[in-house]
């Protein structure tokens, strides 16, 4: 079956620490997206690529970073440079284009302890 | 600043009900739509999609589009329980991203 597949589920992050959140997809998607939701709000876009080996930066993209080496992949690093990084983090995939909505993963919700 | 509007809710309406969900954009040249049902902890799935003015129905949804009052919406008919969710609108942000708005939590209440 395809899909997105996102991992750890859930995931603890000391103070200073760089962690890294996995999302591959076997759907043959060309676009895939970071999204970033916390209680009561909407989803904010972190980063987004629509081909391998390039990515732009959405409209929350300081203190995180990430790489499209392979079309399956698209890991989001999340460094001590993002001072609130509590929240459940939401990756995506589309084919290319306006009309095509999104497939989501499971999420994986991080925790600063 | 492009903006997606929803009331946050909740919208409570007994079984068998009509629940109507409402969502405005800012943008003019957004040319899709689509409403998405996210269940409490876990991700959102697709249910909708709309582009033209009008109505487009799916089963019990029915999605409504108004590009000139910018504004759509989603029907639930014979709502059930299992409806119960936060529904999310999201609206294109030409050439190649979404918005999404902040949710409408709904309650059907047996």
């Known amino acids: 079956d395809g899909g997105i597949t996102q991992s750890p589920k859930y995931l603890f992050r000391k103070e200073g620490q760089n962690v890294t959140l996995s999302c591959e997809q076997n759907?043959?998607?060309?676009?895939m997206y970071w999204y970033r939701q916390d209680p009561g709000q909407g989803l904010r876009l972190i980063y987004y690529?629509?081909?391998?080996?390039?990515?732009q930066k959405g409209d929350i993209a300081e203190g995180y970073s990430v790489s499209r080496e392979k079309k399956e992949s698209f890991p989001l690093t999340v460094t001590s440079a993002q001072k609130n990084p509590t929240a459940f983090y939401l990756c995506?995939?589309?084919?290319?284009?306006?009309?095509?909505?999104?497939?989501f993963g499971s999420g994986t919700r991080l925790t600063v302890v | 600043q492009k903006e997606v509007e929803q009331n946050s809710g909740p919208l409570s309406v007994p079984e068998g009900a009509i629940a109507s969900l409402n969502c405005t954009y800012s943008?003019?040249?957004?040319?899709?739509f689509f409403w998405y049902r996210q269940y409490s902890g876990k991700s959102p799935e697709l249910i909708m999609s709309?582009?033209?003015?009008g109505d487009k129905e799916d089963g019990r949804f029915t999605a409504q589009l108004n590009k000139a009052s910018q504004y759509v919406s989603l029907l639930i008919r014979d709502s059930q329980p299992s409806d119960s969710a936060t529904y999310l609108c999201?609206?294109?942000?030409?050439?190649?991203?979404?918005?999404f708005g902040s949710g409408t939590r709904l309650s059907v209440k047996p």
């Open positions: 995506a995939s589309s084919r290319t284009g306006t009309f095509y909505g999104y497939t």
């Open positions: 759907l043959n998607h060309d676009a």
């Open positions: 690529s629509q081909i391998v080996n390039d990515f």
């Open positions: 943008d003019r040249g957004s040319q899709s």
């Open positions: 709309i582009y033209s003015n």
């Open positions: 999201a609206v294109n942000i030409p050439p190649s991203t979404f918005i």
